[in-house]
T-cell receptor, first 118, second 111 residues
Framework: GAVVSQHPSRVICKSGTSVKIECRSL??????MFWYRQFPKQSLMLMAT?????????EQGVEKDKFLINHASLTLSTLTVTSAHPEDSSFYIC??????????????FGPGTRLTVL | EDKVVQSPLSLVVHEGDTVTLNCSYE??????LLWYKQEKKAPTFLFML????IEKKSGRLSSILDKKELFSILNITATQTGDSAIYLC???????????FGTGTRLQVTL
C-alpha cells in the first residue's frame, strides 16, 4: 500500500517553456502532498505543501508564480514550472501522506522527475 | 530555523560490518523523526519514531530515539552491498507534518 507515482520520470525542455509534473497517490487518498527539489549530492528541500482544494503553502524563497501547484483532487497534485530556465534543472520529488493522526507524518515519496532545461 | 544534522556524511565499510548512523536535531514543535533510504530515485520509508527509548527493528536495521538529547541512531548489522545508499533522517514538525531533512549519510558497502 501507499504507492505514489509521478509523471513524467524525465523531461528535457527548452528555456522559456513550461513543464507540468503530475503526482498521484494510487491506493489512498492524500489530503496533503508535498513538493521537494533535490540538487546533486544534496538533501531534499521542501518547496511547498499542497492541500486538496486550497492554495499551496510555499517555503521561503520559492516563487509561487514560477512554481504553480494545483491539488484538484485527493489523489492528484501537479507542479508546473513556468518559463523554465537552466537553473531550474533539478530532481523534483513529490510525497503524500495518509490521513489520520500521527501517521500523517509518514510521507510516501514518488519516484521523482528529473528536469533538464537546455 | 529547524535544523537536522547527520553524521558521518559518508562511510565505506566491508560487507558484514555493523554501522551506526547518527542524526541530531534542533526544531520547534517536534512530532516525530523518520528514517529513509534513498538509492537512485526517491526515498523509501524505513522507520518513524515518536517515543524515546523504544527501539524499532526491521530485519538487520534498527533505530532508537532520544528526545532528551535530541538525537537518533540507525543501526545496520551484517551489512550487505544492497545496503549501499544514502540514508536520510527527517524530523516532522508542526501541525502540517512538514519534514525537515538532514543532508544524509552516504553508505557504501564493499565486498
Amino acid at each position: 500500500g501507499a504507492v505514489v507515482s509521478q509523471h513524467p520520470s524525465r523531461v528535457i525542455c527548452k528555456s522559456g517553456t513550461s513543464v507540468k509534473i503530475e503526482c498521484r497517490s494510487l491506493d489512498f487518498q492524500a489530503t496533503t502532498m508535498f513538493w521537494y527539489r533535490q540538487f546533486p549530492k544534496q538533501s531534499l528541500m521542501l518547496m511547498a505543501t499542497s492541500n486538496e482544494g486550497s492554495k499551496a503553502t510555499y517555503e521561503q524563497g520559492v516563487e509561487k508564480d514560477k512554481f504553480l501547484i494545483n491539488h484538484a483532487s485527493l489523489t492528484l497534485s501537479t507542479l508546473t514550472v513556468t518559463s523554465a530556465h537552466p537553473e531550474d534543472s533539478s530532481f523534483y520529488i513529490c510525497s503524500a501522506t495518509t490521513p489520520g493522526g500521527i501517521s500523517t507524518d509518514t510521507q510516501y515519496f514518488g519516484p521523482g522527475t528529473r528536469l533538464t532545461v537546455l | 530555523e529547524d535544523k537536522v544534522v547527520q553524521s558521518p556524511l559518508s562511510l565505506v565499510v566491508h560487507e558484514g560490518d555493523t554501522v551506526t548512523l547518527n542524526c541530531s536535531y534542533e526544531v520547534t514543535n517536534f512530532r516525530s523523526l523518520l528514517w529513509y533510504k534513498q538509492e537512485k530515485k526517491a526515498p523509501t520509508f524505513l522507520f518513524m519514531l515518536t517515543s524515546s527509548g523504544i527501539e524499532k527493528k526491521s530485519g538487520r536495521l534498527s533505530s532508537i530515539l532520544d528526545k532528551k538529547e535530541l538525537f537518533s541512531i540507525l543501526n545496520i548489522t551484517a551489512t550487505q552491498t544492497g545496503d549501499s545508499a544514502i540514508y536520510l533522517c527527517a524530523v516532522s514538525t508542526g501541525t502540517a507534518s512538514k519534514l525537515t531533512f538532514g543532508t544524509g549519510t552516504r553508505l557504501q558497502v564493499t565486498l
